[in-house]
Each structure stands twice: as structure tokens, then as C-alpha cells.
């Protein structure tokens, strides 16, 4: 059973920081393509940043220059640095694993998610 732990999620003001991790085993961490997704009520869940083994980057344009992924291989740890965070943060955040099988299928893990809140 794969595991994801995620932590740092919490209650921030408009302009503060956080910064979430996301342990995984050293297994899934050294062949899958690692990311943070986040889920706001009544909306989809969406991407807001990747990072691959070779720590190529995608982050979404909607936290671009505000947020940061990164991953520490000797932790098998990926962060997700948060700054200026705005009330439109707030969501659930899940940590994502995520391997390509074919063309048409994948490998996915998630973490239980954790919850920021950017309000004063």
C-alpha cells in the first residue's frame, strides 16, 4: 500500500506563507513524477504544481511566481512553498504520484489532503 503523508496545511492571513510536504516511500518517489493538486468547494480539483525526477517543473499560471515545488531525494520529500497566498488559495491540497503506463493509462496516488484557508 503506497503512502502519502502530507502536512503544513492551516489557517493563513491574505500575503502569508505556508509551506507543505508530502512524504512518500523512497520507491514511489524515485520513478514518479511528483505534484500538489488542490480541490476548492464546488470546484474541480486542478493542478498547481509538478515536479519530475529530473526536478523539470510545471506550475500553474493561476500561482506562477508565487508558488514553489521542490523535492528533497535523501527525505523522499516534495514541498510546495507557498508566499503572498491569496483568500483564492483556499482549498484541500493533495499530494499526487503519478507514473505514466501507456498512452492511455497512468499510476496515481494521493495523499488524504490537507486544508489551507487564507482569510483575516
Known amino acids: 500500500q503506497v503512502q502519502l503523508v502530507e502536512s503544513g496545511g492551516g489557517l493563513v492571513q491574505p500575503g502569508g506563507s505556508l509551506r507543505l510536504s508530502c512524504a512518500a516511500s523512497?520507491?514511489?518517489?524515485?520513478?514518479?513524477?511528483m505534484g500538489w493538486y488542490r480541490q476548492a468547494p464546488g470546484k474541480q480539483r486542478e493542478l498547481v504544481a509538478s515536479i519530475t525526477r529530473g526536478v523539470g517543473t510545471n506550475i500553474a499560471d493561476s500561482v506562477k511566481g508565487r508558488f514553489t515545488i521542490s523535492r528533497d531525494s535523501a527525505k523522499n520529500t516534495v514541498y510546495l512553498q507557498m508566499n503572498s497566498l491569496k483568500p483564492e488559495d483556499t482549498a484541500v491540497y493533495y499530494c499526487n504520484a503519478h507514473k505514466p503506463i501507456d498512452s492511455t493509462k497512468s499510476s496515481d496516488y494521493w495523499g488524504q489532503g490537507t486544508q489551507v484557508t487564507v482569510s483575516s
Open positions: 523512497r520507491t514511489v518517489f524515485s520513478i514518479y513524477t
